[in-house]
């Protein structure tokens, strides 16, 4: 099992940085992956008073676990086995210490899946599909020739941003009052989950919880996904995560009831431009509605900072642009880990539908 | 943190204004049988949820008697919420939502978020789309799929709001949320139905009542058992409705739309309103049906599959219409109103005119090889052609041509004729009626038994080719001629009788 602090959790401390600077610093070979993977870390700063969108573009390295790396040799409606691993049964299952299942090659190299209740077993593993439909995915499955996978940890608001527990370090400022706190928000899928540190109660808490309420410690933060960071301590706030950068598309699941705003990590490890994201196209997403009006087009929806930024892809002029703002945007930049929220106007049902490609990085 | 109370959110003066307005609304309380867990009632001094600190609704939300009004510069973020719950909704099926969009609103959804104990969260939402600004309409949206993980025995919290990060302008009323384990009662007003709808027990419609669906989360709507009720039901959706017992039986519906698009699926044998009947989409019978309006129009944009199912269509009021029917075992126009067949059908079984009229809309309304059964009521051709198989006629009927209008029937000379047939607005130089195409296509007795009520009511005649003509040839014209001389001659002969008489 994988300790706090998170594996990614390279660094943060507090430091007065301007902007997020990637670094690529070597490669990591797994044994048993048979090819490397760059490694790099990536700085953020938030001064003090301000709000940044953060994600994590890295995998954390496959946990040290046994038989963390393999191949698919069954694929159930909410489990996938590999009947060659010998698991401790619940290992990879508590709340503390979270992992997921990353997809590595076949037609769905990029998927990650939450792995949740029940506890594994030494040869399953069950895993939370976001609606896409696990078993109708057609992931290869077979002893020599199945899809691989790896199994990496994942991270909670304890293990990434520390606790003031013994041995630990908490990266954050905390305070017995939220509004004195730094703020982490975690999208709930229609409205905000805030978090912060109380330093009274000594562990992670909502912001409308009271000492009754239960720690919030083990909430998980999906690494696919985005969150916001509101610094309030009294010095700014540097964040540097560090992993594998990713060798695949990242194959996003996104909400797709009519209108759903889904906060995605892109997985970039460094900047990348509107245009090369190319989300309008076939090979990105399915369906995506671009059109002269915003009003009925899929948006993509990045924090510059102080505001949202709104983008569509205008079929008029067959470019990206603002809402309200005609100008050519191809050339906006979303810095490396930034996350965007995927904002897609029309429902949508299918795994296809449900999915979207981004670049992998370096391509 | 607990929630701001409403000393500090709302701003003083606007209470009683906007409780006046929303008076005007006009709408109930909700009729909600089953178990329920009101969420939030947003009556006066009685709110479960509150503001959310800090966001943009701080301020802008007016307490009005039983609702909230959110206006201002709120924006659609989730500015309404109630936190530190223990709710358990493991055996709730719906969420319940009365809303109304105001003026100016440019949020693009409603939205429902809860947070489980573990803060696990599920959103279910509707699109503002699908309602209307200034009518105050109830939501009702299935919840059966939480999301992995999420437990709704533990419903921890909840907020409301537009759903989104507050790019838009949220202008909306609230007045009620629930969580139940049945649909609303049909009791009137407009029910927006975000996904599949499932009727179970017997409804009775309480008054006219709009079921609008968002189409965006599953579009079903079922009616399991029996619907009366003397009021009008429109259903708006895209996807199938379904009848599964017998409709306005007890009490006939005073009205029945089903709107959208929707194809419909009757199994329930009758559908009876007093008023119109319109179905927009195709229908599909899974038992012998009947459709019945005493007074109104039964309008069939769609065609009807009939699965060999015998369909029986009952006018007495305005002219209804069909566009085409397929697979049925028989096809029955009862009621003294008109039906016409605007496109071709193409089942197989016999069709019976048994009162009214049943008129074609284009060339070949009626399957070419089909029986036609005339039992009194009125085949109007309205100058189209029409090729059928046998002609029975089993009590007087009649057969209205117009100009142009061509009918050839089968050999029908086994049939049996028990009445006349009178055949109307008939011109041997613009109408072809035939039987096969020989003179054995109808034997002498039944072609005594036709009446062209054009030509003196004179009996058929049938040719060597199977044309059957008024067995007196004169034309219209002659027996004008033929009726004046008469009068002229009967005039006469009264002269010279009075002349006699007097001398």
Known sequence: MHLSPSPRRSLLRPLCLCASVVHLFGFSTHAQEGRSRPIGYLDQAIPTGQTRSFSVPFDPESSSLPQTVGRLTAVGTNYLENSAAAWTPGAFSTAAAPYFARITSGAHAGRMFRIVAPANTATRLHVADDGVGLATLGLETSATTGATFEIIPGDTLATFFGTTASGDTLVVHGAGDPLAADLVQVWGGAAWLNFYYNTVWQRWARDTDQITDPSRNNFLLRSDRGLMLTRRGP?????????????????????????????????????????????????????????????????????????????YYNTATGHWQRVGDPVNRDGYVIGAGTPVFVQRNQAGSSAADQTIVFPAPGT | MPPPSFAEVLPAGRFARVVLGFAALGLGALSSPGQTITLDNFNSGATTGAVVTSSSWSGQVTQNATSITVGGTATNVNGWSASRLALDASTATYLRLTVQLNSGNAANTVKTQFEDSSVNTAVFSVPTAALTTGVLTQVQIPVG?????????????????????????????????????????????????????????????????????????????????????????????????????????????????????????????????????????????????????????LTFLGAITGNNRALIINTTGAASSLVSASALSSFTKIGTGTLTLTGQSTYAGTTFINAGTLALGTNQALPAAGKLSLAGGTLALQGHAQTLGLLAITANSTINFSTGGT??????????????????????????????????????????????????????????????????IPEPSTYAALLAAAALALAAHRRRKNRSHSS
Request: charged residues 5%; proline residues 1%; aromatic residues 8%.
């Open chain 2, 145 to 297: 799929t939480w999301g992995s993980g999420f437990d709704p025995a533990s419903i921890a919290s909840w907020s409301l709001g537009g759903g989104n990060i507050g790019s838009a302008a949220l202008r909306m009323t609230f007045e009620h949320l629930e969580l139940g384990s049945s649909l609303l009662a049909l009791d009137g007003g407009t029910i927006l139905t975000a996904g599949n709808q499932n009727y179970t027990t017997a409804q009775t419609l309480g008054g006219t009542t709009i079921l609008n669906n968002t189409g965006s989360n599953g579009t079903a709507v079922t009616f399991g058992s029996t619907l009366n009720g003397a009021h009008g039901l429109t259903i708006n959706t895209a996807g199938t409705v379904t009848f599964s017992r017998a409709v306005g039986n007890g009490t006939s519906l005073a009205s029945l739309t089903v709107a959208g698009g929707a194809s419909t699926v009757v199994d329930g044998g009758s559908i009876r309103t007093t008023g119109a009947q319109t179905y927009s989409g195709t229908v599909t019978l899974g038992d012998d049906t009947t459709f019945r309006s005493i007074s109104g129009a």
């Open chain 1, 235 to 311: 010095t700014p706030l540097e964040i540097t995560v560090g992993g594998r950068v990713l060798a695949t598309s990242q194959r996003a699941a996104h909400g797709r009831t009519a209108n759903a705003l889904t906060f995605l990590a892109t997985m970039q490890a460094g900047d990348i431009t509107l245009g090369a994201l190319a989300l309008q196209t076939g090979t990105r997403t399915t369906g995506w509605v671009g059109s002269a009006d915003s009003a009925t087009a899929d948006l993509l929806i990045v924090w510059s900072g102080s505001s949202w930024f709104s983008f």
């Open chain 2, 407 to 472: 009918l050839v029937f089968a050999n029908s000379s086994a049939e049996a004729w028990t009445g006349t047939l009178t055949i109307t607005n008939y011109n041997t130089a613009t109408n072809t009626f035939q039987f096969s195409t020989t003179s054995a296509g109808l034997t002498l007795a039944q072609l005594a038994n036709i009446r062209f009520a054009d030509y003196g009511n004179a009996p058929g005649q049938i040719s060597a080719l199977g044309i059957v003509t008024p067995s007196a």
